[in-house]
């Protein structure tokens, strides 16, 4: 069956830093891949989104490749702030279902110091 | 508010109780899914409604749990007989198109059910 595999947490790093969380995930065919955001006492809420092999998705100076051949979705930010502590999950859509059905990942939290 | 509502925020229960979650989605949204998340797990998938159909009841973990949408608005998750491992976050998202149509789904920010 289909899973979404992310490393696990928390990371703690400082202001500025650089952030990556990394993803795989099992899944036949082409899903579409997604990360959400957990801001303290809040939903979630999509931050961004790919829906083919190559795409690149992008918000809020973060990023994530669609990697077919490694069957990854890493997530990375080259400066982060404080305001980006949160728990970050990666999903996964498999091909013809809604975006709404969704995969996790058990989600990395992660704490940006000032 | 514009964003989708649940209610209400906390639960407790005993065990054996009988539990009723309540999901507003945002107006005029056509898809409404539930998802059960457990402490420090991501959300799992429990079932999904088309207007008033429900359409995908696959994640249901047993016949105690069961929802319903009767005017393809508001949406009760209820859950018969409460036993310990019930207790989880509740969450329950929307979005403005049915089936493959490719849209982002809007989540609330949950119900949490602790089941003592």
């Known amino acids: 069956g289909n899973s979404v595999t992310q490393m696990e947490g928390p990371v703690t790093l400082s202001e500025e830093a650089f952030l990556t969380i990394n993803c795989t995930y099992t899944?036949?065919?082409?899903?579409?891949l997604f990360w959400y955001v957990q801001y303290p006492g809040e939903g979630l809420q999509l931050l961004l989104k790919?829906?083919?092999?190559?795409d690149k998705g992008s918000n809020k100076g973060f990023e994530a490749t669609y990697r077919k051949e490694t069957t990854s979705f890493h997530l990375e930010k080259g400066s982060v702030q404080v305001s980006d502590s949160a728990v970050y999950f990666c999903?996964?859509?498999?091909?013809?279902?809604?975006?709404?059905?969704?995969?996790f990942g058990a989600g990395t939290q992660v704490v940006v110091t000032p | 508010g514009a964003g989708v509502s649940q209610s209400p925020r906390y639960k407790v229960a005993k065990r054996g109780q009988d539990v009723a979650l309540r999901c507003d989605p945002i107006?005029?949204?056509?898809?409404l899914f539930w998802y059960q998340q457990a402490l420090g797990q991501g959300p799992e998938f429990l079932t999904y409604?088309?207007?008033?159909?429900?359409?995908?009841k696959s994640g249901l973990p047993s016949d105690r749990f069961f929802a319903e949408r009767p005017e393809g608005s508001v949406s009760t998750l209820k859950i018969q007989r409460t036993q310990q491992e019930d207790s989880a976050v509740y969450l329950c998202?929307?979005?403005?198109?049915?089936?493959?149509?490719?849209?982002?789904?809007?989540f609330g920010q949950g119900t949490r059910l602790t089941v003592v």
């Open positions: 999903a996964l859509s498999r091909a013809g279902d809604s975006w709404g059905k969704l995969q």
């Open positions: 899944a036949t065919g082409y899903p579409s």
């Open positions: 107006s005029g949204h056509v898809s």
């Open positions: 790919a829906t083919k092999a190559d």
């Open positions: 998202a929307s979005s403005p198109r049915p089936g493959t149509g490719n849209t982002e789904a809007f």
């Open positions: 409604f088309q207007n008033e159909a429900q359409l995908d």
